[in-house]
């Protein structure tokens, strides 16, 4: 006779058992490799078990410590306590093979079919992609339409990478070739050349990397027309017909940014409401260790208890092992060339992995890599990368979404600062300069990219950090401060065992490498000791997206009264300037939906505090340079600042003269640094056009009412200086007149990388030139002349200084004399 096992029922089966736990211990068929749960997955199972009932769970484990098994074991935990139909979430195709490999080799269902019968009974696990979700035409149902599918939970993995994915969504690019293109430039026109109509211009001229953001009450009071533009006889266009349906209602709230290269609108909460299957379901957001938990608010619609109440296992110390390198705080003398050389070396016996954030960048790369791999053909590139024994690859823009463990990368490089992803994060970059929220951004992206090599706690590898402004963003704007906490001790323990090289070479940093790749039995047990007693922290750095994601859903439903009330009163008790200004205007963007005259008032205030801000009605006054210590004093004052770290000095040099290349697409970057540049000479420096909306690029104030009136073309890439470029500098010239009287001295300066006008061009005669050529010799002089001063230990003593500027022909009249042409007319 047969047995019939099925007829002994003891209630133990997959669907029988409720603690995850359990539920693992009966997985019927699971792989050998499952034999049991880790310390880590024990204690985030039972942490979450005892608070299921809630709607809101966010959960923090480090990369490589079992969040796909986690994750899987709850949701089957939901189904089993009837709070399905349950949806597993992730980036992008590529991490849903990885679960679902994962999910069959411990046998628990699931299907990537949303209309899968097994799904609906809730006898199966729904497994796709953020996009499916969040799109325009979502299978799950787009506001009116309601819930098409319901979800009893949603699970959401690789939370911050999604976080990604559903900004894309929800922001509208129109590309210059586009017809809705012009269309929307004669709506924003005539508001657009009231901010500056200088940079309108070159936006007419597609002179890259000119932006202007538009201003609020024009998209508010335009937002029908700005729609009817959009969509009508264009359903087809895949950036209308996805993203217009998650947007239309909403866009009056959104951020409009026009650009020479597009025209885009962004919107800073993302209304999740629009998605009601994934509004009114239970959310568990799983996410690895990552510098900011707060987005997690605006875009996900997380509350801050769920924030603040992360469950995490109770040691942070399951990380994998790593040696960070930063090359430039060893010795700001050292080449990246030299470091290029030193990685061929090593791409000879290990795989190395290079991530930067532009195809210029790239090019650097290109003579030593086996490829370089774009978002198109990254599957392809790394999975032949994967049957090589060794190699450099290079990865443009991907710091997330891609797993490289064990012998996959020994060595991963993150090349230069991360580009910013959108318009508007370069208007905040602009306003918001310094500012830790503008800087938790970037370190959000190089940790990301940090985490690609080392998947699980056995394995290891070296990061090296490159590039003068990635170094100058860790070590002077206080960047390493917003790591989290596991990868602040491991650049800890890392930056103690290289001070031992400092002021080193290539040789000595090899050495260091060679500890890690050889298994170092010392390293090894220093570097897991380290961790030992490691705790997880709620990664809370400020509490703005909090205040903004509350403020929107106010207005939302209808009580925008409640939103000013609040901006109001956040704004008021905001210690940073330029924070202060920025929440006053978005205060000002609510205030104009009830009373347009007060919002101007706010947005007048608003740049008391930050002037880099959008420009009201009536625009601004402009504020005069004054001058009044001399340049020796300004510039030790200026040095000072690094008393205490003349190496930090270094670093912020290299950053600002790195800035100054001819390149298209850095304007802003140049003016930025040319206006730093100004500083460390010790004048007055100030950038009209971009905080007044007229006047020259940067002017300084160089004493002895002798003024520097700039304008910088660095981004030019035509064989002589063009009319509007000529006009731009004669015109500057009748701006500083009409704001300084006749004790003034004015001193035109065009960089530009010509020296030869066009015929049709009419130059003033006292305008001079500085060309690649001049500003080369210049950032030389810079250069020598801090370094000088930093290894005479006397960057205090104000004879030596005022011996180095003109030693170095950095006063005034040598400036102009030795680094400038005089033009021939």
């Given at each position: 006779?047969k ?15 409720t ?6 211990k009966?997985?019927p ?33 480090n ?10 074991l ?18 992008d ?13 411990l ?18 696990i ?18 009116l ?11 959401i993995?690789?939370a911050?990478?999604?976080?990604d994915?559903?900004?894309?969504q ?19 026109e ?10 309108f ?32 006889g ?15 209602e ?15 609108f962004?919107?800073r ?48 110390s399951?990380?994998?092992e790593?040696?960070?390198?930063v ?17 061929k070396?090593?791409?000879?016996k ?16 290109s ?11 990254i599957?392809e ?5 994967r ?51 503008a ?12 985490g ?24 002077t ?11 602040k ?29 050889s ?32 403020a929107?859903?106010l ?14 009163d ?5 210690e ?40 009201p ?6 504020q005069r ?35 100054l ?11 930025q ?10 004048f ?36 002589s ?10 015109g ?11 004790t003034?001295?004015?001193k ?7 020296l ?22 210049l ?30 022909k ?7 004399e030795?680094?400038?042409y005089?033009i021939?007319?």
């Amino acid at each position: 006779m047969k047995i019939n096992l099925s007829a002994v029922n003891i209630h133990n089966g997959i669907y029988e058992q409720t603690n995850p736990k359990d539920i693992f211990k009966v997985l019927p068929k699971k792989s050998k490799k499952y034999s049991y749960l880790r310390d880590v997955q024990a204690e985030v199972l039972d942490k979450w078990f005892s608070n299921c009932g809630k709607m809101e769970t966010v959960i923090k484990m480090n990369t490589g410590s079992g969040k796909t098994i986690v994750s899987l074991l709850i949701l089957q935990s939901c189904i089993n306590q009837k709070m399905g139909p349950a949806v597993y979430i992730v980036p992008d195709n590529y991490l849903l093979t990885q679960v679902r490999s994962e999910a069959e080799e411990l046998g628990i269902p699931i299907t990537t079919e949303t209309d899968d019968i097994q799904f609906l009974r809730q006898r199966s696990i729904l497994l796709i992609n953020i996009h499916k979700l969040f799109n325009g035409k979502s299978v799950f149902g787009v506001a009116l339409e309601g819930k098409k599918i319901d979800i009893g939970t949603v699970l959401i993995d690789d939370a911050h990478a999604c976080i990604d994915k559903i900004e894309d969504q929800f922001t509208i690019t129109i590309e210059n070739t586009k017809p809705q293109y012009p269309d929307l430039i004669k709506i924003f026109e005539h508001d657009l050349k009231s901010q500056s109509e200088t940079l309108f211009f070159d936006i007419e001229r597609q002179t890259p990397g000119a932006f202007l953001q538009v201003p609020f009450w024009t998209i508010q009071s335009n937002s029908t027309q700005i729609l009817r533009c959009l969509t009508i006889g264009r359903q087809e266009d895949d950036n209308i017909k996805w993203k217009i349906p998650l947007l239309k209602e909403y866009l009056k709230y959104t951020d409009c940014v026009v650009s020479s290269e597009k025209i885009e609108f962004s919107i800073r909460v993302i209304p999740t409401e629009i998605i009601s299957s994934y509004a009114e379901s239970r959310k568990i957001i799983v996410s690895a260790t990552l510098p900011d938990d707060t987005i997690l608010s605006r875009y996900l619609d997380i509350s801050e208890e769920a924030i603040s109440g992360t469950i995490t296992p109770l040691s942070a110390s399951d990380l994998g092992e790593r040696l960070i390198i930063v090359p430039e705080e060893i010795n700001p003398q050292i080449k990246k060339d030299d470091i290029k050389d030193m990685l061929k070396v090593y791409s000879e016996k290990y795989k190395v992995v290079v991530i930067v954030p532009s195809h210029y960048r790239a090019e650097y790369w290109s003579d030593v890599a086996q490829s370089t791999l774009i978002a198109e053909n990254i599957e392809e590139g790394l999975s032949n990368f994967r049957t090589k024994n060794n190699g450099l690859i290079v990865l443009i823009n991907k710091y997330d979404g891609i797993d490289l463990p064990q012998d996959e990368c020994r060595i991963l490089v993150i090349d230069e600062l991360p580009d910013d992803r959108s318009e508007i994060e370069k208007v905040d970059n602009n306003a918001l300069r310094n500012n830790n929220t503008a800087i938790l951004r970037k370190i959000r992206k190089i940790e990301q990219g940090m985490g690609r090599a080392i998947r699980s706690n056995d394995d290891y590898s070296i990061v090296l950090l490159l590039g003068k402004s990635l170094t100058n963003y860790l070590y002077t704007r206080n960047g390493i401060d917003f790591f989290t906490p596991a990868t602040k001790q491991q650049m800890k323990i890392s930056s103690t065992l290289l001070e031992q090289i400092h002021k080193g070479t290539i040789p000595d940093i090899m050495e260091a490498i060679d500890l890690v790749l050889s298994r170092d039995s010392e390293w090894i047990t220093l570097v897991k000791s380290s961790l030992i007693g490691l705790k997880y922290e709620p990664q809370i750095p400020n509490r703005y997206s909090y205040y903004l994601r509350d403020a929107y859903k106010l207005s939302w439903k209808g009580h925008t009264d409640k939103s000013i009330k609040l901006l109001e009163d956040k704004a008021n008790v905001e210690e940073n300037n330029l924070m202060k200004g920025w929440l006053k205007y978005y205060l000002a963007q609510f205030q104009n939906f009830n009373d347009p005259s007060s919002a101007q008032s706010i947005l007048k205030s608003a740049l008391a505090f930050n002037s880099h801000l959008l420009h009201p009605l009536e625009g601004v006054k402009y504020q005069r340079l004054t001058h009044t210590a001399n340049q020796a004093e300004k510039c030790r004052s200026y040095f000072m600042n690094y008393s205490t770290n003349t190496n930090g000095l270094i670093i912020r040099l290299n950053s600002i003269l790195d800035d100054l290349q001819f390149k298209p697409e850095t304007s802003n970057s140049f003016e930025q640094a040319i206006l730093e540049l100004g500083r460390l000479l010790g004048f007055d420096s100030q950038r009209p056009e971009n905080e007044f909306g007229r006047g020259p690029d940067n002017l300084w104030a160089c004493g002895n009412l002798i003024f520097f009136v700039i304008e910088c073309k660095n981004g030019c890439t035509t064989a002589s200086i063009d009319k509007h470029d000529t006009n731009q500098i004669n015109g500057s010239i009748n701006w500083f007149k009409n704001e300084y009287d006749d004790t003034c001295t004015l001193k035109p300066i065009l960089i530009h990388p010509s020296l030869k006008f066009e015929y049709a061009a009419s130059p003033s005669k006292d305008i001079r030139i500085i060309n690649d050529a001049k500003l080369s010799e210049l950032k030389k002089a810079v250069n020598a002349f801090v370094v000088s001063a930093v290894q005479s230990g006397q960057i205090a003593d104000l004879e030596k200084l005022r011996k180095l500027i003109l030693d170095y022909k950095l006063n005034p009249e040598g400036i102009i004399e030795k680094y400038s042409y005089e033009i021939s007319v």
